[in-house]
Structures are given as C-alpha cells and as structure tokens.
C-alpha cells in the first residue's frame, strides 16, 4: 500500500526566504506526482505535475523535482510572500486516483 | 482546465439524515473522483464515479453508505447517509482528463452533524 509522508507538518518562515517541502513516497511504481495547495475552507489548487519520467517542473517562483527510484520529491518555493501562506500537498498516482501525503501548513509572515 | 463547480459549499445536517453533494464540470470528463478530508487529516478516496454503471468503491467504503451517480460526463453526485458525527468531512470531487494530465478540484462541500 502506497504510503505518502510530508515534512515538515508545519513551517513558519519570514517573508522574503527560500524554502523547501520534502515529500516521500513507499513504492517508487509511480505514474506521476502532484503538488497542491489548499487554503482554509478552500479546495485544491494544482500548482506541478511532475510525470514519472521527469526530474522537475517549474512554475515561477516554484520548482518541485522528482527522485523517483528514492520516492523523494521537493517542493521550493523562492522570495516566499505572505500570500503563499496555505497548506501544500502531495500526492501521488499509480492509476488515476491519487494517494496524499497529511500536507504541510506554511506561515510566511510579513 | 475544467471548470467544477460543487453544491452545497456547506451544510449543517441532524444525525440520521442524508445529504447529496451535486459536482458540476464544465466540459466532458472521463475519469471523476469522490474523496473525503476528516478533520486534520489528509484526503482519502472514497471512489470512483463510473459514468453509466456503478462507482468503484475503496476499500472502507460502501454503496449503501456513500451512493454515487454519474448520469452522463459532466455531472456526478454523491450521498452520506445515515449521517453520524463521524462523518462530519470536507468532501471533494475531482477530475483528471488523461493519466498524466493534472487532476482537478471542486471547492468541497464542509459537512457538519449536529
């Protein structure tokens, strides 16, 4: 059974740092992986998909990279700005329905 | 990216009751998903919603408790019955259009049992 881990649980940094969240995953037999963010009340928002097959995506100021035969993945977050301020998680996919990781809550204060 | 749209954002139900969340897309989808999120924890699926047959249900999860029906491509729902306060949960619909494409997400419906 797949398992996802996500460290920290929470993190608080002051406006203007760099940043990593760490994301691993038990059975490297995956398809693809995704990182989301969910604010309070909110919904997911699907920030990079990284296809099995790839080392990293990036989008902006964020850059996830994929260790795939480790089950590690990382999620950077440059020049952090109080708006980043939400909970991110992982997840992965060895079909379609996806296997979450408990998620990091991020504070970034100004 | 498709577009979903999730009916009631939120509810406040009596125990014993039932409520049925309505998921919306914008465009046909093949592949669309039930999860739930309890409190403090992460996102578990609840199953798979099958257009025209019966959803594929995980391991936990049963039709009687959960039913789901998918008339066509753009609509699905999903019912709690028999609510106890153990299924106070955010629940959330998703869509995926391709095996590696990006799966997307409603706003969730936040069910709370009195």
């Known amino acids: 059974k797949q398992e996802v881990t996500q460290i920290p649980a929470a993190l608080s940094v002051p406006e203007g740092e760099n940043l990593v969240l760490n994301c691993s995953f038990t059975?490297?037999?995956?398809?693809?992986l995704q990182w989301f963010r969910q604010d309070p009340g909110k919904g997911l928002t699907s920030l990079l998909l990284?296809?099995?097959?790839?080392r990293e995506q990036t989008s902006g100021r964020l850059n996830a990279s994929l260790d795939k035969s480790s089950g590690r993945s990382t999620l950077y977050i440059a020049a952090s700005q109080p708006g980043d301020s939400a909970t991110y998680l992982c997840?992965?996919?060895?079909?379609?329905?996806?296997?979450f990781g408990k998620g990091t809550s991020l504070l970034v204060t100004p | 990216s498709a577009v979903i749209s999730q009916k009631p954002s939120r509810d406040i139900c009596q125990r014993g009751t039932s409520l049925t969340i309505q998921c919306q897309v914008d465009?046909?989808?093949?592949?669309m998903f039930w999860y739930r999120q309890q409190p403090g924890q992460s996102l578990t699926l609840i199953a798979t919603?099958?257009?025209?047959?019966?959803?594929?249900?995980e391991s936990g999860f049963v039709i009687d408790k959960f039913p789901i029906s998918r008339p066509n491509l753009t609509f699905s729902t999903l019912t709690v019955s028999n609510l106890s306060p153990e299924d106070s949960s955010i629940y959330l619909c998703?869509?995926?259009?391709?095996?590696?494409?990006?799966?997307?997400f409603g706003d969730g419906t936040r069910l709370s049992i009195l």
């Open positions: 998703s869509v995926v259009e391709g095996r590696n494409q990006p799966q997307h």
């Open positions: 059975d490297s037999a995956i398809y693809n």
């Open positions: 990284i296809q099995s097959s790839q």
């Open positions: 997840a992965v996919t060895q079909g379609y329905a996806l296997n």
């Open positions: 465009s046909q989808v093949t592949m």
């Open positions: 919603a099958n257009q025209g047959s019966e959803a594929t249900y």
